[in-house]
């Protein structure tokens, strides 16, 4: 990395001392842990989950402090939202008053559906603010990686939480991160612990964000851990 460090991303609060960031799950159900014990002597846990995942109180449990949405997901599942708000409120008050964030500026056309849904959420539910990444920050973000050999269209939302939350926490633990059909025991895998759509190839390079992954675990600057937790 050369002693450089990705721009730093605007923050949800002004103290979160460790975060539990639910990414990709493998022959895991868990979140990716990311602690931060010398930042204060209280731990104090977030709790990230990406694009709209399913909770529950058994597994993956329901404690949310941040949920991503990606737009495409908004212009699939959610075309029909300003005349028929009600599938959209009721798919984001699962999470309480956790924050939504949306990646708004990645392309043009995010933009539109993106303030479609503030524009929604917000008379309904102004207890659970919409946020959007700032254009600023993805575009530096983007040319940061692309400088250090990450070729692809757009990097996944779950890498861009793993950086934002390098920039929180002193100590970060990555769980259900992997980007492969098989697991270490040649074991079948599903892309997520909840469905089986994997990313688009034209957009997305997982396995070269893994390898990202791999040499920040290298220099000490992660835990990336790829043993079952169950």
Known sequence: MGGARAPAPPRWSSSSPSLDLVGRVSDIIGPAFMSCPHVSNRTQKKLIRSNLAPINDSDVGL?????TINPSQLSVDYKNMDVNPGPLVQRVSVYGNASIIIPAFAYRECTAVSIKTLQVLWPVRPQQPVVFFS???????????????????????????????????????????WPFDINLKQQTLQHHYYDNKPPKRSIHNMPEEFVQLLQLHSQGALTLHLQPCL
């Open 63 to 67: 404690k949310t402090d941040l949920v």
């Open 135 to 177: 254009p600023y920050y993805l575009k530096s973000l983007d040319n940061f990686w692309k400088e250090r050999g990450l070729k692809e269209k757009r990097l996944s939302t779950g890498f861009m939480l793993v950086n934002m939350a390098l920039e929180l926490c002193d100590d970060v633990h990555l769980y259900g991160f």
